[in-house]
């Protein structure tokens, strides 16, 4: 069965500093990867998935990501953070469940604190 | 393009009652799945619809329901709640010919 593993639980760094959040995850087969961020009391937004290609995918909001396949890992970075990126960040996989469907398994999410 | 609408946003029902959430997908989207997020377990995966049929049912007991119809909206339905019930109910939209989707504001439920 497919798993993630977000280690970090909290993170808090400067404003203007440079982020990296780690992602680990298991899946038998390739992986369809995702990050998305959480504000406060809402929904989740897409910031970038990697399927296959590229290993260093682009998203919105200056983030990016590597995918490393011998390490398992999905990491997200962005060179300078912003209060703005205060959220939650949450890192899925995507895995085939038959009949055509597809279901995402999360990470239990890294809370991202920015100190001005 | 409007994105995926949830309805209401937050709820408060009573232990033993019955809820019934809303979801609109993005136009020309057909499916939509259903996601549990509680402090404790995190985001999982309650089931999928497409094309007005369950594709796909995660580990939920039978008091989780739901069903789409034909202009891909999808009701989601509780029977029996419980307090464990209480959680962050989140909606996703996709076109259900891949992996990935867009996730609505999600609706708040409170069972006290």
């Known amino acids: 069965a497919q798993s993630v593993t977000q280690p970090d639980i909290h993170i808090t760094v400067s404003e203007g500093a440079s982020l990296e959040l780690r992602c680990n995850y298991s899946?038998?087969?390739?992986?369809?990867l995702f990050w998305y961020v959480q504000s406060p009391g809402q929904g989740l937004q897409l910031l970038l998935k990697?399927?296959?290609?590229?290993?260093l995918v682009q998203g919105i909001k200056g983030f990016e990501a590597e995918f490393k396949r011998s390490q398992s890992s999905f990491n997200l970075r962005k060179p300078s953070v912003h209060w703005s990126d205060a959220a939650e960040y949450f890192c899925a996989v995507g895995s085939y469940s038959g009949a055509g469907s597809y279901q995402l398994t999360f990470g239990k999410g890294t809370k991202l604190s920015v100190i001005p | 393009k409007a994105g995926v609408t949830q309805t209401p946003r937050y709820l408060i029902k009573t232990r033993g009652q019955q809820v019934t959430l809303s979801c609109s997908p993005i136009?020309?989207?057909?499916?939509v799945s259903w996601y549990q997020q509680t402090p404790g377990q995190g985001l999982q995966f309650l089931f999928e619809?497409?094309?007005?049929?369950?594709?796909n049912k995660g580990n939920f007991p039978g008091r989780f329901s739901g069903r789409q119809f034909s202009n891909s909206r999808s009701e989601m339905n509780v029977s029996t709640l419980e307090l464990g019930d209480s959680a962050l109910y989140l909606c996703a939209s996709s076109s259900g010919l891949g992996p990935g989707a867009f996730f609505g504001q999600g609706t708040r439920l409170t069972v006290v």
């Open positions: 136009s020309g989207h057909r499916s």
């Open positions: 619809y497409f094309s007005e049929t369950q594709r």
């Open positions: 990697y399927f296959s290609g590229d290993t």
């Open positions: 899946y038998g087969a390739t992986p369809y």
